[in-house]
Nanobody, 125 residues
Framework: QVQLVESGGGLVQAGGSLRLSCATSGVTFNAFRMAWFRQNPGKEREFVAVILRNGVVTYYGDSVKGRFTISRYTANNTLYLQMNSLKPEDTALYYC??????????????????WGQGTQVTVSR
């Protein structure tokens, strides 16, 4: 059974940094594509970053490119999102997601079937 548990969110000032963690169980990283999404109330879930099964190839949303880094650590089955130079517009509930689907839009939340409960990130001005 796949379980994803996010942590590391909180309140930070603009320009600061946070590192989100997603502890996984039931996931073998070389069999799952892992991603981060974020969402604010009344808005669609937004793609943030993805790391492919090979653990090497990553993609980022345009709004976070150059500031956020996705990584995974196989030894402790944990996915990370390092967030630097945070902006107020980064404020959202951040979700970890996993998928084994092939030949799909990897930036669409539709094709992820495992989700965590989310961790809130709030960036103040």
């Amino acid at each position: 059974q796949v379980q994803l548990v996010e942590s590391g969110g909180g309140l930070v000032q603009a320009g600061g940094s946070l590192r989100l963690s997603c502890a996984t169980s039931g996931v073998t990283f070389n069999a799952f594509r892992m991603a981060w999404f974020r969402q604010n109330p009344g808005k669609e879930r937004e793609f943030v970053a993805v790391i492919l099964r090979n653990g090497v190839v990553t993609y980022y949303g345009d709004s976070v490119k150059g500031r956020f880094t996705i990584s995974r650590y196989t030894a402790n089955n944990t996915l990370y999102l390092q967030m630097n130079s945070l902006k107020p517009e980064d404020t959202a509930l951040y979700y970890c997601a996993a998928s084994q689907a092939e030949l799909v839009d990897i930036r669409s939340p539709t094709f992820y079937n495992y989700w965590g409960q989310g961790t809130q990130v709030t960036v103040s001005r």
